[in-house]
């Protein structure tokens, strides 16, 4: 039996501003859970967002990936609390980090650079604009050069529904590609507005979100790992995501102005 | 791997529940950002498990239980920093109508309350989640339930406003 006290407190408690978006929350499950089973040790190479982890890393590149799916939750319009209320929250936030039973983020597993996406196929720029299940439009950016390889998979396992896309560029060595000149460009669905990004790294978002910046007037994330930089941005329905295994900050900058 | 069915149920849980599970986290949290990312991170363990747990406990206790705990936890971690407010900040909230200022009052005390305590009297009175589903989603037993609530609505019944409200303990 429902009692008074019972109606004063549902009836004293505000309506959510923000609501978390369903696809949003369920490729996150399955990004944590990816990384999980590439930490635990899973034989079979796993995508994880720009990132392919394996257990056995090659190349010796260690690389904390980014996590721009674990952030993704719309947080981006301003929520209706004063000044004051963000004030007293920023007290209270509580760090993803600090409530996340998963430490095998922050474990950093190794990025296999070289491996291939979950059951994907090779296919020519044209053939990609008109790969079937894909359920955004992809985006070949023009960077000067085409891209050396690109890699479509609509398997579920590979990153969530959808479809995913990787481009490789390769790119000669030099100050911007002091390493390795590799760039890889992801490409997968979001429901997230490009505005939303800039709520990504406020408020309770986990610092591995990134740093808000634009560029070229579009809204997006840096994120420094270990010395390499990588960039998300979203681009009508699609998350792009730049990354290599040694990308400096002023190259991922350049190449996302590019897109 | 979940299979499709599996999934799709997961989003429909997701779509039609959140609010509710965002709405109890704010409560535990005091912060709807806070919120956000308790119910985030437990939706987000659930899912691998959503076919068991929905068939065995059902997926929104089990998802309850996750985000009754993280709260509980960080709270007693960051207890050395909480000051509680005796107001609430959020302007959009559903305290109008009769007894306004009544449920501002009774929300604000709940929120002002040890962690616990503030966990069963969300579960069990803004909720309305029997002593044994408290005591399931808390991890405790139903005596504990009791004890808290106990407590709880001792130190409600302090509130100048709220002393003379009466404070029902609800059918167990």
Redesign the interface.
């Known amino acids: 039996?429902?009692?008074?006290?019972?109606l004063?407190?549902?009836?004293?408690?505000?309506?959510?501003?923000?609501?978390?978006d369903?696809?949003t929350?369920?490729a996150?499950?399955?990004h944590?859970?990816t990384l999980q089973r590439a930490a635990a040790g899973a034989s079979t190479a796993l995508t994880v967002g720009a990132a392919v982890l394996a257990p056995s890393a090659m190349s010796g590149h260690h690389h904390r990936p980014q996590e721009p799916l674990a952030s993704l939750?719309p947080?981006s319009a301003p929520?209706?609390?004063?000044t004051?209320?963000r004030s007293?929250?920023s007290?209270?936030?509580?760090p993803?980090s600090?409530?996340?039973?998963s430490p095998l983020v922050d474990e950093g597993p190794r990025i296999m650079w070289d491996a291939r996406l979950s059951n994907s196929v090779v296919v020519s720029e044209d053939k990609l604009r008109r790969f079937p299940g894909l359920a955004f439009a992809p985006v070949v950016p023009n960077f000067g050069l085409a891209p050396l390889r690109i890699d479509v998979s609509t398997d579920?396992?590979s990153g969530g529904t959808g479809g995913l896309v990787e481009l490789h560029y390769t790119f000669a060595s030099s100050p911007a590609f002091p390493v390795d000149g590799r760039a890889i460009v992801t490409e997968q669905p979001v429901a997230l507005a490009p505005g939303g990004l800039a709520g990504l790294a406020t408020?309770?978002v986990p610092a591995s979100a990134g740093t808000p910046i634009e560029v070229a007037g579009q809204p997006s994330l840096v994120h420094e790992s270990q010395g390499s930089f990588s960039l998300v941005t979203v681009r009508g329905k699609a998350l792009i995501i730049i990354a290599g295994p040694a990308v400096s900050r002023a190259e991922v900058l350049k190449l996302a102005a590019e897109l | 791997?979940l299979d499709s069915s599996s999934?799709e149920d997961?989003?429909?849980f997701?779509?039609a529940r959140?609010?509710a599970l965002?709405?109890t986290a704010?409560?535990l949290?005091?912060?709807?950002?806070?919120?956000?990312?308790?119910?985030?991170?437990a939706?987000?363990?659930a899912?691998?498990h959503w076919s068991r747990v929905a068939a065995t406990e059902g997926g929104e206790a089990y998802v309850r239980r996750i985000i009754v705990n993280?709260?509980i936890?960080?709270r007693c971690?960051?207890s050395s920093?909480?000051?509680p407010?005796p107001t609430?900040?959020?302007?959009?909230?559903?305290?109008d109508?009769p007894?306004v200022d009544?449920?501002?009052m009774?929300?604000a005390a709940?929120r002002a309350l040890p962690p616990r305590q503030r966990a069963v009297?969300?579960l069990r009175?803004?909720d309305?989640l029997t002593e044994a589903q408290t005591a399931a989603a808390m991890g405790c037993s139903v005596g504990t339930v009791k004890s808290q609530a106990s407590k709880a609505l001792a130190s409600l019944r302090r509130e100048p406003l709220l002393a003379d409200?009466?404070?029902?303990e609800?059918?167990p």
């Open positions: 039996m429902t009692t008074r006290m019972t004063l407190l549902q009836g004293g408690v505000p309506e959510p501003a923000q609501l978390l369903p696809d929350v369920v996150m499950a399955r944590r859970r939750k947080s929520r209706p609390s004063s004051a209320s007293a929250a007290e209270t936030v509580t993803s600090a409530i996340s039973d579920p396992n408020g309770s | 791997m999934t997961f989003r429909r997701v779509a959140q609010r965002l709405r704010w409560f949290t005091g912060d709807w950002g806070a919120a956000e990312d308790v119910v985030q991170l939706l987000v363990r899912w691998p993280k709260p936890d960080w971690r960051q920093v909480e000051v407010t609430l900040p959020e302007t959009a909230n559903r305290a109508g007894d009544l449920k501002r009774l929300v709940v009297v969300v009175y803004f309305d409200l009466e404070l029902e609800s059918a």
